[in-house]
């Protein structure tokens, strides 16, 4: 790292956090996100968009799918579609060695989280193309070029979601991984405005819905409202890809432990968890939402077989 990541002679000196938080909090205050459709303190939306063990959990979980599947995350080149504000790049490679790359969009719903990014990586002194600007449908990448493809809580912001997973399966090595973490809108879960929400609810009828809790219905017109069935359209289009899991071990796991973290409005879930604990109505929670698949989040991780 450079001298102004790591101080001369010097324990590392960190970014300017309170800044990239300001430059972070305008751009969610201008666009209506926050009292309009989440009800958490802007301070904590940043707090947890700039936070350090947020990005170690994304990494985690990516050398966790990618054991599993047979491959090394130390070794691997990966891709991150929709970087963000860049924490999970930057944290891959300064804190974890990882030869991890991302994308992210100039037009975004934040614009400022991509000014963040670039002023992350100046900070730290990496490749300024570490995280380029681009779409997930025209991913600037080779053909097979990675060998894991990771996307989390993107998909459901994208223009085409068809055609990001279509590029990321473009650029994946043949064996490669595909892993995508993303809500799932047949689950009672929405994590943007942090409330219930009705399984399979269409856009027309979560407008009105969201208007009940005061919430502003123009952002449902911003999501894809992707469940189970939407990745099973999908895929019979990809013969060449095998499914290796949906997340659901690690939905039941966190249901049944309350071991999960409690970033953005996740912890109105935990609190909602808990009352089915109490209630005494884990057990036939649990067996209703494996038999309709309401794992929240979908975790789709795939195995690229052949050229797609």
């Given at each position: 790292m450079a001298d102004a990541a790591t101080g001369r002679n010097g324990p590392p000196v960190p970014p300017d956090w309170a800044e990239l938080g300001?430059?972070?909090?305008?751009?969610?205050i201008d666009s209506g996100f926050i009292g309009g459709v989440t009800r958490v303190p802007v301070a904590d939306v940043v707090r947890d968009m700039l936070s350090e063990a947020r990005a170690d959990e994304q990494i985690d979980e990516i050398r966790r799918a990618a054991a599993a599947a047979g491959l090394d995350a130390g070794t691997a080149r990966i891709l991150e579609v929709g970087s963000g504000c860049g924490m999970t790049v930057v944290r891959g490679r300064v804190a974890h060695g990882l030869d991890i790359h991302g994308i992210e969009p100039s037009m975004g719903e934040y614009s400022s989280t991509l000014d963040v990014c670039r002023?992350?990586?100046?900070?730290?002194?990496?490749?300024?193309?570490?995280?380029?600007?681009?779409?997930?449908?025209?991913?600037?990448?080779?053909?097979?070029?990675?060998d894991i493809?990771?996307?989390?809580?993107?998909?459901?912001?994208?223009?085409?979601?068809?055609?990001?997973?279509d590029e990321a399966?473009?650029?994946?090595?043949?064996?490669?991984?595909?892993?995508?973490v993303v809500p799932n809108y047949g689950s009672w879960w929405e994590g943007h405005y942090g409330i219930l929400?009705?399984?399979?609810?269409?856009?027309?009828?979560?407008?009105?819905?969201?208007?009940?809790?005061?919430?502003?219905?123009?952002?449902?017109?911003?999501?894809n409202l992707?469940?189970?069935r939407w990745f099973d359209r999908w895929l019979s289009r990809h013969r060449g890809v095998e499914v290796l899991g949906w997340g659901w071990e690690v939905?039941?796991?966190?249901?049944?432990?309350?071991?999960?973290?409690?970033?953005a409005a996740l912890s109105v879930a935990k609190r909602i968890v808990t009352l089915v604990h109490r209630s005494g109505l884990l057990r036939p929670a649990v067996w209703l939402a494996r038999r309709l698949h309401w794992e929240t989040p979908i975790i789709f991780a795939a195995r690229k077989h052949r050229s797609d």
């Open positions: 300001r430059l972070l909090s305008r751009g969610y002023r992350l990586i100046d900070h730290y002194d990496l490749p300024v193309n570490a995280v380029r600007d681009a779409t997930g449908e025209a991913i600037p990448f080779a053909d097979a070029s990675f493809v990771y996307s989390s809580n993107v998909l459901e912001h994208v223009g085409n979601p068809g055609a990001v997973l399966l473009r650029v994946l090595k043949p064996g490669g991984l595909l892993l995508i929400w009705l399984p399979g609810m269409p856009a027309w009828l979560a407008k009105r819905y969201v208007r009940l809790f005061g919430r502003d219905p123009a952002y449902v017109d911003t999501l992707i469940d189970r939905f039941e796991r966190r249901l049944r432990t309350l071991d999960f973290g409690e970033w």
